[in-house]
Each structure stands twice: as C-alpha cells, then as structure tokens.
C-alpha cells in the first residue's frame, strides 16, 4: 500500500485561515464551481499559499479544504449552533459558511458518506477518484473556459536569516513566528526593585490642539500600560486642560504653540528615551513647524523617533527632516503610505505589489523602518519584510494606530538600550515594531471578544496588561 503524502502534516491555524481566505477568493469559487476536473485551481491555491509563505501541494490543500467541508457540514447538520458547541467540531465554521454561503447548495451526505470528519491533527485519506493523468501532467483544464487569476511577485521578497523561517517553511509557519517573538521578549527588561523611576522609559509626545486631543492621549496612557515609567505631552495650549482631565498619570506641557516652543520643549530631550511625533499634531503650520524643528534636535541627540499621523504628513511636504536617521520609524496607514510613497518617487504607486513598494519607499528615506498597517502589517527596514499576522479583528475604531505608536516608543527604547546579541544581527526598529504591532493586533482581538462592535480604543487599552503578559511573559 502506497504512503498517503497527506497525511501527518499539521495545519496551523494561521495557516489554514491563510488558506480559507486564498479558497475563498471570487475567481477560486468561480473556476471551482462546476468543475469536478479542478486540480488546475489547487495548483493555484498552492502557489497563492506559497507566495504567502506556507508550501504545500495543491493535494494537501485540497484534501484540507475537504477536511473543512465535512466538519462544517457536520455542525451544522448537527443542529449545534443553538447552544454554541460547533466550534468544538469546526473551529472554522464562520469562515466556511461565509465563504459557502455564496455556493449552490451542498448535499452533506455526499460529504458524510465520503470520510470521517476530519481533525485539527492529521488529515484524511483521499477517497476522491483520480485525476487524468495527462490534466495532472501538463497542467491542462477539461474546462478551459475557467480562467483563475494569476498574481505572480515581480520580485521575490527576502528576509533576514532569523526571520527566514517564518515564510519559509509553511508548515512550521506557527513556530517561525514563535522564532520573531522570542527577540522581543529578550528586549522587555526585568522587574526589580533596584531600578530608579524613569530608567524603563521616559517617553515624549508631540501633539494634541484644539481639535485632536483623544489621539496624544492614547498614544502616552499605552506607553505607561506598555512599561514605560514617565509619559510627557507637548501639546498646544488648548488641548492641555483636556489632555489633563483624562488622567493624572501624564505629565502635560501646553507649549506647542508658544513662541518659544522649541526651546521649551529641548530642555526636555535629554530626559527623554523615545519621541512620538504625529498623534493630534493637526496641520497647523505654526506646529509643523515646531515639530519639524523638534525632530532635528532629537536626532542630534540620537533619539529614537516614531512618526504617526500627521508627523507623516509633515514628512510628505519634507522629507529630509527624517530622511536617513536609522533609528525613524514611519507608521502609516495605506493612504498616509500612498502620499509619502509618492512624495519621494514622484510617481503614481502601484498598489499591485505592497511588499516591494514599502522596501522602495524605506531605501528611498535611507533605511527607516517603515511599517505599513493593513489587514496584515508589513514591516521592513529596506533589507527585510516582516509580516505581522497576529490575529486581530474586524472592527477598525479609531485610535488603535495611537496605541501602536505609543507602546513603540517604549518598545523602541528597550530594543536600542537591550544588551542581547539580536541588536547585533536584527535591526532593533524592526524587532520594536513588530512587538508593537503584534500587541496591537492581540489588544484588539480580546476587546473585539468582550465587546463586540461597541469596541473602541480604551476598551483595548484595558487589555494591555494581559496581551502584553500573554505575548512577551508568558
């Protein structure tokens, strides 16, 4: 008897969420959908899965897509959904039925009668009759009409040797993430009473006017619930009072807007281990200008700097004023990303390729780490993309990017200041902006848990402590 090669290969659930989303593309169910010679689409699916980083054959994910099937339909035949046990039998039940609610109706006797449901450890045998030989060889659909979408890289995506694992070896995807993780948690500093206030974190905020004053406090509360000790805003005038009554814990500074701002604010630097510049910063010229000059005596003083929201708008008219400082960091959203990407390469961008587009726009600023938030985070320093795929949720409040800039400031300080030997081979931004992104991600995910679509930033800030404990302490 033959070895079955599809069994004894574990899916992740990372990975098979992966693959559900790839199978559940409108081309996929389409080129599917009527076809019983369909081994052309799973080759597909495989090479989609492989550009994401997970290799397997189009087998493999054809037989785990048929895994899936069985024990959704077992569920729900099952009538378990009332009392909310069917994730037991299928942990990917609302994905399936998204995904096969779109389909023709399918008949679950026919799936029952073909195998046992499938489990979470090992997949099932394939009872399926064979292809021809001859489709299967030459690659050659019966139902050539059926065109399925072909997105090829231009350019293969590289990553440091630490890293490399985590794209590479698609079954052991779980554990080349577990490999990213452990650099941060070298980086968190130990708790111990010989410490004096301050030595785990001082860290600055420039922003906060008249209209934006939620922002520069949630990007300072998450660098306290992070680990930071001292948390100082330099806001406008305006904003203080308010920034103010929202917590006792921040230490708030309504000089922004003064006439000798910048002077005000550099007596500060050298107590200061990290700057965040953007959140609620407005387009005020007057406090551009400021922060502009702010950024320039920061970097003087080998600070490092992460630039949010309206400090990338700053960025985008000027680009020198961060240009080259290896140790900026740029967190934008797609269309913050769009505009500086296109400030520097005068250029429409081409949304096609995210990944080489994020490594040409941190060559093009002299290296800066920049992290690109979407439903997956990009991460690269120019050299290496890192892809952020810690699961988070569906509901996108506003403010969540104020607390991935705060809690990467202080991140940022620990990796710069952390004597383990990965600052010697990983870039320490890259290692801080991914510990960022991933608590982020899992803040949100145990908020989204609780609260469901009433969810909002304060809520995830109240899951910092045990997302962080969780991730990097435990």
Not at 74 to 83: C, D, I, P, T
Request: with cysteine.
């Amino acid at each position: 008897m033959l070895a079955n090669s599809t069994r004894g290969f574990l899916w992740s659930d990372v990975e098979t969420r992966t693959l559900l989303n790839i199978w559940g593309e409108r081309d996929i169910q389409t080129a599917l959908g009527g076809n019983f010679r369909n081994s052309h689409v799973y080759r597909d699916v495989a090479r989609r899965l492989g550009i994401m980083g997970f290799e397997r054959t189009p087998e493999q994910c054809r037989v785990r897509i048929k895994s899936l099937k069985r024990q959704f339909i077992l569920a729900k035949e099952g009538n378990l959904r009332n009392n909310g046990q069917y994730h037991k039998i299928c942990k990917f039940y609302d994905a399936m039925e998204t995904i096969l609610s779109c389909r023709p109706q399918i008949d679950p006797q026919e799936l029952l009668d073909s195998g046992a449901v499938g489990d979470e450890t090992e997949e099932e045998v394939d009872t399926d009759p064979p292809q021809d030989p001859y489709l299967e060889s030459t690659g050659e659909s019966s139902y050539p009409e059926t065109q399925v979408k072909l997105e090829y890289p231009p350019i293969p995506v590289t990553v440091g040797n630490i890293l490399e694992r985590s794209f590479s070896l698609g079954t052991a995807a779980r554990r080349g993430m577990d490999d990213i993780l452990p650099l941060v948690k070298n980086i968190v500093p130990q708790l111990t009473s010989k410490k004096h206030k301050g030595q785990d974190g001082r860290i600055g905020i420039i922003g906060g006017c008249q209209e934006y004053t939620g922002a520069p406090y949630f990007a300072a509360i998450s660098a306290l619930k992070v680990g930071a000790d001292v948390s100082h805003v330099f806001c406008a005038k305006a904003a203080a009072t308010v920034i103010k009554s929202y917590s006792p814990e921040l230490i708030v500074h309504p000089v922004l807007d003064s006439p000798n701002a910048v002077e005000e604010i550099e007596k500060w630097l050298p107590r200061l281990h990290c700057l965040v510049v953007g959140p609620g910063l407005g387009r005020d010229e007057m406090l551009l200008k400021t922060a502009k000059e702010v950024i320039e005596k920061s970097k003087a003083r080998d600070i490092p700097i992460v630039i949010d929201a309206d400090g990338l708008w700053l960025v985008a008219q000027q680009p020198s004023v961060i240009q080259g400082y290896k140790k900026g960091i740029l967190t934008p959203n797609y269309m913050e990303f769009t505009q500086l990407y296109e400030a520097m390469h005068h250029e429409p961008l081409d949304s096609s390729d995210h990944q080489r587009s994020a490594m040409e726009l941190s060559v093009a600023m002299g290296n800066l780490t920049v992290v690109l938030k979407g439903e997956d985070d990009l991460i690269t320093d120019g050299k290496k993309v890192i892809l952020c795929r810690q699961e988070g949720s569906g509901c996108r409040c506003g403010g969540q990017g104020d607390l991935l800039s705060g809690s990467l400031g202080v991140l940022a300080h620990w990796a710069y200041t952390s004597s383990a030997d990965m600052t010697k081979s990983v870039n320490p931004s890259v290692v801080a902006a991914f510990g960022a992104c991933s608590l982020t991600r899992q803040c949100n995910r145990q908020a989204f848990h609780k609260h469901w679509r009433a969810t909002t930033t304060t809520d995830m800030i109240q899951e910092i402590s045990s997302a962080f404990k969780k991730l990097f302490e435990s």
